[in-house]
């Protein structure tokens, strides 16, 4: 199996996007599920084709493999949210709106963790409000939390 894109390379894949993309999806399900069975699609000998909110996945030799829905992180808030939920647990939203002044009405997302007891070791992102949708705000705050994180430590 291929391993999944880079950090880096799908927040930059994130902050590109006009809208929902089913590529960054798939790019994105290793780390909603990495032993999922569906993750074949990375492997040299299966093709992928996109359908209706899901996936399907054949071998090249012509056999049938499997149909499986995926989360649409680029297309759906609460996609996005679960995913953040999932890699960053404790952080919470702390600012998902639009900038209406701005043109293009884009969007941007703030994520935190507060640690009460110690203040010190609370952390915060922003993806500033370049972006065309709320989920791909979301994507791109998380993205940049999970890269200043693993730098972190």
Request: net charge negative.
């Amino acid at each position: 199996m291929t391993p999944p894109d880079s950090l880096s390379d799908l927040l930059e894949r994130c902050r590109k996007a006009t809208g929902p993309d089913s590529s960054i999806d798939v790019a994105l399900l290793p780390f909603w599920a990495p032993d999922h069975d569906a993750l074949k699609a990375y492997d040299a000998q299966y093709e992928t084709e996109f359908r209706d909110g899901g996936f399907s996945v054949w071998k090249k030799d012509g056999g049938y493999s499997a149909s499986t829905p995926f989360p649409r992180f680029t297309a759906s808030i609460d996609a996005a949210l679960a995913l953040t939920e999932r890699l960053l647990p404790g952080w919470v939203v702390s600012d998902l709106a639009q900038a209406p002044r701005l043109a293009g009405d884009p969007w941007g997302c703030g994520l935190a963790v507060y640690y009460g007891s110690d203040p010190s070791k609370s952390q915060s992102a922003h993806s500033g409000y370049d972006f065309p949708t709320a989920p791909l705000a979301i994507l791109v705050c998380l993205l940049q939390s999970l890269i200043a994180k693993g730098e972190a430590s």
